[in-house]
């Protein structure tokens, strides 16, 4: 299933610059996109989301922005902090944000930011 | 902050043997989900519940996986005859009707 492809692995910043995860997908109908955040044994937890609507959303530190005709979304950590070191995935959703419909997942992004 | 709970963190079971996955949503969502992780793959959807029946399922879900809301709290995955290949993390999330999915910690599955 490469409906959903985050191409790097891995990334490494300096606390405090600028961490930039990466998300690339081909179907057409997901309409509504997350990020969530996992530390190691634990469960995905919920970061930012993204309606098809808009081209940027932002929380903080966190902002997403959506390329629609690229069918890429990235995700925007400014300042990075140590505690940000984590597995970061990309879900995309069909149906829009009102509906319990199905997530798929990207591979995952393991960030570290080094002291 | 509510959360999704899952019980056991790890089950190890021998082949064949039938297991029962446990989850708790948080008290006022709508929508459940199963989905595992293979190790060293992507998470995959499993299966969707609403109003007591299942809404969407993966082709994964096949006759040997079943779900249940036997009460008004739990929500349960059973897998009737384990293989060697269910070996997996396994994520129950809930959702009040609207997007975020919110996940438990998991359930590690080991068949033996």
């Known amino acids: 299933d490469q409906q959903v492809k985050q191409n790097s692995p891995s990334l490494s910043v300096q606390e405090g610059r600028i961490s930039i995860l990466n998300c690339d997908y081909t179907n057409s109908m997901f309409d509504y996109f997350l990020w969530y955040k996992k530390y190691p044994a634990e469960g995905p937890t919920f970061l930012i989301s993204i309606s098809s609507i808009k081209d940027k959303n932002e929380d903080g530190r966190f902002t997403v922005f959506l390329n629609k005709s690229a069918k890429h979304l990235s995700l925007h950590i400014v300042p990075s902090q140590p505690g940000d070191s984590a597995v970061y995935f990309c879900a995309a959703s069909a149906l829009g944000e009102t509906s319990g419909s199905r997530l798929t997942f990207g591979e995952g992004t393991q960030l570290t930011v080094n002291p | 902050e509510p959360e999704v709970t899952q019980t056991p963190s790890h089950q190890v079971t021998q082949m064949g043997q039938e297991v029962i996955l446990r989850c708790v949503p948080i008290?006022?969502?709508?929508?459940f989900y199963w989905y595992r992780q293979i190790l060293g793959q992507k998470v995959e959807f499993l299966v969707s519940?609403?109003?007591?029946?299942?809404?969407?399922k993966s082709e994964i879900f096949d006759d040997q996986f079943s779900v249940e809301r036997p009460d008004g709290s739990n929500f349960t995955l059973k897998i009737r005859s384990t293989k060697l290949e269910d070996s997996a993390m396994y994520f129950c999330?809930?959702?009040?009707?609207?997007?975020?999915?919110?996940f438990g910690d998991g359930t590690r599955l080991s068949i033996l």
């Open positions: 008290s006022n969502h709508l929508y």
């Open positions: 999330a809930s959702s009040g009707g609207f997007q975020p999915q919110h």
């Open positions: 519940f609403y109003n007591n029946e299942i809404s969407e």
